[in-house]
């Protein structure tokens, strides 16, 4: 089984509907991260989560939230999404013992579509 | 402020050639570097990175990258392309900000032809 599985892999959902994306690991890290995909502009950081009780925005969070429910699970939310969120979105977690030089492990991403 | 500069969007090799990805960073401080690879379908998984232990470094399915302080560079090479090796590749730094964010770099997607 993957160490870090997010659901679903594919939705397709309408301008203004809420949207949920699911992120859970089995590797027992501490450290999860949500990552949105564009091509030709890498990864951006929306949100990170350094424990339970320690939730921070990244460089895009605006019109996203997030929840962090137990050490394995961190979700992502758009409240009222719109269409350039369509995106690939990735969930990643680390260990956080090696500082600066810490490995992230990603899922699969969900790929969104808004239309 | 830190960042990482991939040139080149989209590189192509034949099978058999040197793979050559560039990467160049801006930093104010000793830099840490990463190269991720991205199958098609899948999430990032980590090829290799510099920790200053040594500018040389060996990763996964034959690649390695040097890092060069006097160019501000970490570009990634492979002696001999495989099929295999046809993905999105992606450098980064670590920004030392108290909490350690990863910054990446846009990407190059590599080709490798028959």
């Known amino acids: 089984d993957a160490d870090v599985t997010q659901t679903p892999r594919n939705r397709i959902t309408k301008t203004g509907k809420r949207i949920m994306l699911e992120c859970s690991q089995t590797?027992?890290?501490?450290?999860m991260y949500w990552y949105r995909q564009d091509p030709g502009l890498g990864l951006q950081l929306i949100y990170y989560?350094?424990?339970?009780?320690?939730?921070n925005k990244g460089e895009i969070s605006d019109g996203y939230s997030v929840s962090r429910q137990a050490q394995a699970k961190f979700s992502l939310s758009l409240e009222s999404a719109i269409p350039n969120q369509t995106a690939l979105y990735f969930c990643?977690?680390?260990?956080?013992?090696?500082?600066?030089?810490?490995?992230?492990?990603f899922g699969p991403g969900t790929r969104l579509t808004v239309l | 402020a830190q960042s990482v500069t991939q040139l080149g969007s989209h590189v192509s090799v034949s099978e058999g050639a040197l793979v050559l990805l560039r990467c160049n960073y801006s930093s104010s401080v000793p830099p840490y570097l990463f190269w991720y690879v991205q199958y098609p379908n899948q999430g990032l998984q980590l090829l290799l990175k510099?920790?200053?232990?040594?500018?040389l470094v060996k990763g996964i399915n034959g690649f390695e990258a040097e890092f060069k302080k006097s160019e501000t560079s970490f570009h990634l090479t492979k002696p001999s392309a495989h099929m295999s090796d046809a993905a999105e590749y992606f450098c980064?730094?670590?920004?030392?900000?108290?909490?350690?964010?990863?910054?990446f770099g846009a990407g190059t997607r590599l080709f490798v032809k028959a």
């Open positions: 990643a977690t680390s260990a956080g013992l090696a500082g600066p030089t810490d490995t992230q492990y």
């Open positions: 980064a730094v670590t920004l030392n900000t108290g909490g350690f964010k990863t910054i």
């Open positions: 590797k027992g890290h501490d450290r």
């Open positions: 989560s350094f424990d339970v009780k320690d939730i």
């Open positions: 510099y920790t200053s232990a040594a500018t």
